[in-house]
């Protein structure tokens, strides 16, 4: 079997007028995030991380801000397809980590309805998907509450 890792990063700024979607889910707040898509950082480090680990370069490469099938994409098509592309490739999910840093909205209590949908996404199950949620000790754009930040690690194995 042929087991490998990949990591990814993403982070966009907060804004007025645009909903705040993370994990696949909508969160009540008054900012959101700033993108070209729906700008879920989350799924967009996820999304890097698995294309990473099958060495297919990364989210701008297969899914590009300058091509319009893309403005305002719900981000959860864009992992839907990032699964497919590794499946292609005869890859499998072995399990997703990842933490995002956000001074607020508080995470914890959206974390299970995220690996929720992440695994009905993903085609995984949802024990498969960790999602951490921390601060920067407001320290930084994050920590000014100007942004948010994700990374994300996998495992994908093929036999």
Known sequence: MKIRTGFGFDVHRLVAGRELWLGGIRIAHPLGLLGHSDADVLIHAICDALLGAANMRDIGFHFPDKDERYHNI??????????????????????????????????????????????????????????????????????????????????????
């Open 74 to 159: 719900d981000s959860k098509i864009l992992l839907r397809d990032t699964v497919a592309l590794l499946r292609e490739k005869g890859y499998t999910i072995g399990n997703i980590d990842a933490t995002v840093c956000a001074e607020e909205p508080k995470l914890n209590p959206y974390i299970p309805a995220m690996q929720a949908r992440l695994a009905e996404v993903a085609g995984i199950a949802a024990e498969d998907i960790s999602i951490k949620a921390t601060t920067t000790e407001q320290l930084g754009f994050t920590g000014r509450k100007e942004g948010i930040s994700a990374y994300a690690v996998v495992l994908i194995q093929k036999p």
